[in-house]
């Protein structure tokens, strides 16, 4: 998002930096509702799946909720109950699905993309440069965390963080 935003009189050469550095978060979380007791299950499926991991979240005998992750929003549309179906009993044979609630974060406006996963070796570089603020203009986000990246409990410990600075700022 933050290319999209004209700041002016523009930012940091680290910054430009970093937001030219794209990250490759761009997957798919759904939520399956399965019939049946799965189990305490996370099983990892190689790159190649369109579901490349599946994690349970509760499992009771009347039916369990899993997680399932695709990192190629191309190969699994989040939208599509047979084809996730399909695949899925590609990993959990006995799974069958009663219902689904989906996020396609690559196609989400807003967010254009999943968590942070920056390519290797350019954490130190980014990270820091993105989170630096840029005169009165202070950034948080789950992006910049330094121990959840990626999740909302980044999001918050980036907000502290950034609310810490501006505190600073104003005394």
């Known amino acids: 998002m933050l290319p999209d935003i004209a700041i002016s009189p523009?930012?940091?050469a680290g910054k430009k930096?970093?937001?030219?550095?794209?990250h490759a978060g761009s997957g798919s979380k759904i939520f399956a509702e399965l019939e049946g007791d799965t189990g305490n299950l996370s099983i990892l499926a190689p790159q190649?799946?369109?579901i490349v991991w599946l994690a349970t979240q509760r499992h009771a005998p009347e039916g369990s909720l899993v997680i399932l992750f695709s990192t190629r929003p191309n190969?699994?549309?989040?939208a599509d109950r047979d084809e996730i179906q399909r695949q899925l009993t590609e990993?959990?044979?006995q799974a069958r699905i009663r219902a689904i609630a989906a996020t396609d974060w690559a196609a989400d406006p807003f967010s254009k993309g999943s968590w942070?996963?920056?390519q290797p070796g350019r954490t130190r570089e980014v990270v820091p440069a993105l989170a630096r603020p840029e005169g009165r203009i202070h950034f948080a986000s789950a992006d910049t965390a330094q121990g959840w990246r990626g999740f909302v409990d980044g999001a918050i410990e980036s907000g502290l963080r950034a609310a810490r600075e501006i505190g600073e700022t104003l005394r």
């Not at 930096?17 to 794209?22: E, F, G, L, N, Q």
């Not at 190969?75 to 989040?78: C, F, T, Y």
Request: glycine share 4%.
């Open 116 to 118: 942070c996963a920056l």
């Open 91 to 93: 990993i959990l044979p």
């Open 17 to 22: 930096t970093a937001m030219r550095s794209p």
């Open 10 to 12: 523009g930012v940091s």
């Open 75 to 78: 190969r699994l549309d989040p």
């Open 48 to 50: 190649s799946r369109p």
